[in-house]
T-cell receptor, first 113, second 111 residues
């Protein structure tokens, strides 16, 4: 079984709908991250969490929210989806150790119509 | 200005060529330097990492860090079509800070 799983893997939704992307990990890592990837723009950090009680905004948090339900689970919500949130979303996990090497999930392809 | 700048590419080379992928950075606190490889429609995976300056070799891959110039490189020898992917550099400081990623360079190795 994969160490970092994301659900759903693909999602089509309409403008204005609320959508949740989920991430689970079996690696026991304390840190979890949400990124979006757009062609030519690389990985952009949305939110990150260093432990269950620690949530931090990344560079592009507007329009998104997160929940760290447990050490192993980190969910990303789009409260009211808009077309420019169409992207590939990745969850990643890591130990809070040197060096901080991240383990990525398989990604969720989101299309907002 | 971004903390980490990566040569944008795309890069297309014939099979067997030597490939050089490069990043520059501005934050002198960065001490660990990683390279991730991302195949199409997959998540990035760690390829290798180095600490501070110097070279590190792993098979056909060599990571090189020049801290005085704030410049890192990944060299691929005898490139193969299976090396076709996007390569992302990433860096962290020594206080277990989170990683900062470059935007990636897409490499295509043609048979």
């Amino acid at each position: 079984d994969a160490d970092v799983t994301q659900t759903p893997r693909n999602r089509i939704t309409k403008t204005g709908k609320r959508i949740m992307l989920e991430c689970s990990q079996t690696k026991g890592h304390d840190r979890m991250y949400w990124y979006r990837q757009d062609p030519g723009l690389g990985l952009r950090l949305i939110y990150y969490s260093f432990d269950v009680k620690d949530i931090n905004k990344g560079e592009i948090s507007d329009g998104y929210s997160v929940s760290r339900q447990a050490q192993a689970k980190f969910s990303l919500s789009l409260e009211s989806a808009i077309p420019n949130q169409t992207a590939l979303y990745f969850c990643a996990t890591a130990w809070g150790l040197n060096p901080e090497t991240q383990y990525f999930g398989p990604g969720t392809r989101l299309l907002v119509l | 200005q971004k903390e980490v700048e990566q040569d944008p590419g795309p890069l297309s080379v014939p099979e067997g060529a030597i490939v050089s992928l490069n990043c520059t950075y501005s934050n002198s606190a960065f001490q660990y330097f990683m390279w991730y490889r991302q195949y199409s429609r997959k998540g990035p995976e760690l390829l290798m990492y180095t600490y501070s300056s110097g070279n590190k070799e792993d098979g056909r891959f060599t990571a090189q860090v020049d801290k005085s110039s704030k410049y890192i490189s990944l060299f691929i020898r005898d490139s193969q079509p299976s090396d076709s992917a996007t390569y992302l550099c990433a860096m962290t400081p020594t206080n277990a800070g989170k990683s900062t990623f470059g935007d990636g360079t897409t490499l295509t190795v043609k048979p």
